[in-house]
């Protein structure tokens, strides 16, 4: 694929899952699906083993939904494109301070920058339309006028697994988990205390790319055994946060046990499962696992 990531060593038996549902909120109000997931290259994401892949990214975005974000499906789109695409940069032959700074410095940069010129290039093919703009408010219309690109909003997670490191990135809400060989539940990157209640940061905010989060992880021992990206309406169908680590725990446990046979059937009505019984929001997962 165009921007895929270079050649070089495969990141050996790592596989992926993918699974993205409507949540019982949006179809009862006849919203679309506004998470957006996406896994590449070299990886069905079926669960097919990544074959000679150099690299295996997992982009997730979750595109805020409310009434001053009404494009923000097509956002969420768009984002996980950009990531797939930005991912293709890194230099993964470079030595891992440099591909550190590349990560932290160029990539949020980067990623924002393609994120807006898409916007840009949205906006000049349709321009909003009298319909979009008059079920806002004042306050809103002056707020689009001053940043159109906030009827895209979006969130943004990314991982980018290679042969001897991982990097995840996030923007906004979501959760990304590891889980180790003996199943250890952890977050790569701790929560982020400037987000509070539906207040989030995001790819449409003024000064996006300062707010990105990068973790650049060495493998210099066990890579996590399981790595899981997930948009908030997951975590939100949960009572706490303990109750979510246990997901991300019984995945692992049953990848290890059953192989995918024992996930991928059964994924979207866990998801939908969810969604009904917790959180009522679009629900999106992306899961890279390494087979025993």
């Known amino acids: 694929m165009s921007g895929s990531p270079g050649t070089g060593a495969a990141p050996v038996g790592w596989r992926a899952l993918r699974a ?27 669960g097919a083993d ?5 690299a295996l990214v997992l982009a997730l975005a979750d595109g805020h939904g409310s009434p001053k974000s009404f494009r923000s499906q097509q ?10 695409q930005t991912a293709g940069q890194l230099p993964l032959t470079a030595p891992p301070t440099l591909r550190k700074r590349w990560a932290e410095e160029q990539w949020p940069t980067a990623l924002v920058r393609g994120w807006q010129a898409g916007v840009a290039r949205k906006l000049a093919r349709r321009p909003f339309t ?11 219309r ?17 991982v980018v697994v290679g042969p001897t490191f991982i990097l995840y990135l996030q923007l906004g809400d979501g959760d990304l988990l590891t889980v180790s060989a003996d199943g250890e539940v952890g977050r790569p990157l701790p929560p982020d205390a400037r987000l509070m209640g539906n207040e989030t ?13 990068v973790y650049c992880q060495t493998l ?10 997930a948009s908030d309406g997951y975590a939100n169908a949960f009572r706490d946060d303990e109750g979510f680590r246990q997901v991300a725990h019984d995945l692992w446990a049953m990848l290890r046990d059953e192989g995918e046979a024992g996930v991928k059937p059964h994924l979207r009505g866990w998801l939908d499962e969810a969604s009904q019984q917790g959180s009522g929001d679009d629900i999106s997962v992306g899961i890279l696992w390494r087979a025993p």
């Open 75 to 84: 956002g969420a789109r768009l984002a996980v494109a950009v990531a797939l």
């Open 142 to 158: 002056r707020q689009l006028e001053v940043n159109p690109a906030l009827a895209y909003g979006s969130t943004l997670l990314t």
């Open 220 to 229: 210099a021992g066990a890579p996590p055994a399981l790595i899981l990206a």
């Open 201 to 213: 940061t995001s790819l449409c905010a003024p000064r996006a790319a300062d707010e990105v989060r």
């Open 50 to 54: 990544c074959g000679d892949a150099a």
């Open 130 to 140: 009298a319909l979009e703009l008059g079920a806002l408010d004042e306050p809103g």
């Open 20 to 46: 993205s549902v409507r949540g019982a909120a949006h179809l009862r109000s006849e919203l679309p699906n506004q998470d957006a997931v996406r896994i590449a290259p070299g990886a069905r994401v079926d």
